[in-house]
Every structure is written in C-alpha cells, then in structure tokens.
C-alpha cells in the first residue's frame, strides 16, 4: 500500500517538534537550508554541520533573526573527528540530541569509475577516487553511528529521537554513469531497513527522504541539459517530507521509505510494499530463520530461569545427600 500525503498533512504533527534538537550535516544551502529552516520555524533547535562555514553562518542569522535557537560548526563529514566534534557542540550546547539528519551529499563527482579505463602509473593500476561513496556513504554511516550514540545519552524517560536520512530515486533506479552515487543510495536505503527493526525497541524512528531531481547546486550543467523541460521536486516539499518523517507518532511509518518522484505530493511507501515480488520470497525465508533463531533464544532463556528457580532446591538436595551419607555407616568422611 501507498498513501499519498498532500503539503499541509506534512506538518500535521508540527507540535512535536517543539524543542527537539537537530543535528543536521549540509545545512548551509539547498535541501539542507531549507531544512533547517523547516525545523527551527516549528520550535526546533538547529545544528549545522558543513563545509561551506559562511553558508551554515547565513542560515543561523536567518534563524535567530526570526527568534529561533540555532548554531553551526565546520564539519567534513568523511572526517570522523569532525563529525564528532559537530556532535558534542550539540549536546554541549543543548543538552541533547533529538533528531538526526544526514543530510550532506553530493554527485558523481570521479567520471570513470567502473567503466572499463584504468589510469596506469609506472606500469601500475592506480586505485579509483571515491569521493562520493566516501560522503554519501561513509558520511552518512558516521552520522548514523554517532547519533545513535548521542540520542541515547541521557535520554529522558518516554522521549522519541528520530534518524531521517536523504536517499534518491536512484535507491530504486541505476542512474547510467553515476554508480558511486546509486550504489550510495541503494545503501542507504538497506541501511534504514536494517536497523529499524533494531532500534523501534528504543522507541526511535527512521525513515529516508527519495526526491526526484530539485534545482539545487549538486545539479552540475550536463544533468540540468539532460533534465531540460521536465518538472523538478519542489525543496520546501522535500524539507516538509523530512519533516513529517522525522515528527510522525505512528510507529507503523518508521521505517519506510517516503517517496516524491516527480513535482507532486509525497508518497509514503509502507513497509508491506517492501515485501512483494522477489522481496516476498526473501521476506518468507528471513523470517523462517529468525523465528527458528528466535525459539531457540527461547529455549535457552527457559531453561536459564528454570535452572535460577530449581538451583537453591537441588544445592540443598546435594547438601541433604552429603549429609546423610556422613551420618550413614557408608560415610567417607
């Protein structure tokens, strides 16, 4: 099933961001800005990573401007130390971290790469240059790795934390000559799959954002002639679907992927339309053996309690033994 979600339905539960902190990584422009934006219009207080410094620096004077809390640091996402550091000045400053979004990305950026041409130095392959996977993939397992971390630091009882990452419709379709950026995307969507079911049990959503193409600068001049003429996904529908994923109380929508393919309202995909075709059959079997692992698991903690329960009647059985046999004739002792 899918259910489609007009543009006032995305702040729906605008309320339960009030507060919240946001930790969000390329918030100096594009997707990210507006983002930020979003979030800070509803009560939230911003974190902004990025390389671009004085862009991060403009949407924070926007923010405050307008009365609202926000701060910014300089952050390299493929920097581990960066990233760690864009954390901790979050919750140094705001005592928590609530929501997180990984927000920075870029294009196929190293033309070449699996095409067949090596590039030969003293008779030698030289290794490809992955700088997208490095900040679409990597950036974003930092992002995730690190939130997880600082969502649960001293976390309040019953409060919900959410992971809103930003995928493409190239998680669904290879785009011809960019298998660094679809490879990233088609990751980033198995990765919300699989942590979801890991990290529902800490009352914590996740969800990915998949846009169309929006007239932001990771659009280099050969992909907008190649999109000439077609309509682009609007950004503050891109920003309201982050924002919708991210605030959602159903925890029947976590996990799922929310989808705008082209200029019109969102589509939510739920998690049962995961589980068709191939899907089905592979569900089936992972499912077999999760329910085996699961009986097992079972078993064991069964007879672990049961060995807590009979442990003090069967020491005193041995002891009651022990000391008949000394008593007795018999007796060693």
Not at 65 to 85: F, L, M, P, R, Y
Not at 191 to 213: G, T
Not at 222 to 235: H, S, V
Request: aromatic content about 8%; overall charge positive.
């Amino acid at each position: 099933m899918t259910t489609i979600i007009a543009d006032d339905e995305l702040f729906t539960y605008a309320e339960r961001a009030r507060g919240k902190v946001v930790v969000l990584t390329g918030g100096g422009n594009g997707i990210g800005k507006e983002i930020a934006l979003t979030f800070s219009k509803h009560g939230a207080k911003v974190v902004i990573g990025d390389l671009d410094v004085a862009g991060a620096e403009g949407v924070v004077a926007l923010i405050t401007k307008d009365g609202g809390e926000a701060a910014s640091i300089k952050c390299n996402v493929v920097n581990w130390d960066d990233q760690v550091a864009l954390f901790d000045f979050a919750f140094g400053r705001y005592g928590a971290v609530d929501i997180v979004i990984p927000n920075a990305g870029i294009t196929e950026v190293s033309r070449g790469v699996c095409s067949g041409s090596l590039t030969i130095v003293d008779g030698k392959p030289v290794a490809p240059k992955l700088k997208t996977l490095e900040v679409n993939l990597t950036g974003v397992f930092y992002s995730v790795h690190l939130g997880m971390h600082y969502i649960m630091r001293d976390r309040a009882p019953d409060s919900w934390k959410a992971i809103v990452m930003i995928g493409s419709m190239a998680s669904w379709n290879g785009l011809p000559l960019a298998p660094q950026y679809t490879a990233s995307k088609h990751a980033v969507l198995g990765l919300m799959r699989a942590l979801d079911p890991i990290i529902a049990k800490n009352n914590i959503r996740i969800a990915v954002i998949h846009p169309w193409f929006a007239d932001t600068s990771i659009l280099g001049l050969p992909t907008r002639l190649l999109l000439a003429g077609l309509p682009m996904t609007p950004i503050p529908r891109i920003a309201g679907a982050v924002f919708r994923a991210a605030t959602d109380p159903d925890v029947a929508t976590s996990g799922c992927p929310w989808v705008l393919p082209d200029d019109g309202p969102v589509i939510l995909m739920e998690k049962e339309v995961l589980r068709t075709g191939v899907y089905e059959l592979l569900d089936a079997r992972i499912r077999r053996t999760t329910s085996f692992i699961s009986a097992v698991q079972g078993w064991v903690r069964l007879f672990r309690d049961l060995g807590r329960i009979f442990r003090p009647i069967l020491l005193f059985g041995v002891l009651g033994i022990l000391l008949a046999i000394k008593r007795s004739k018999f007796s060693p002792f």
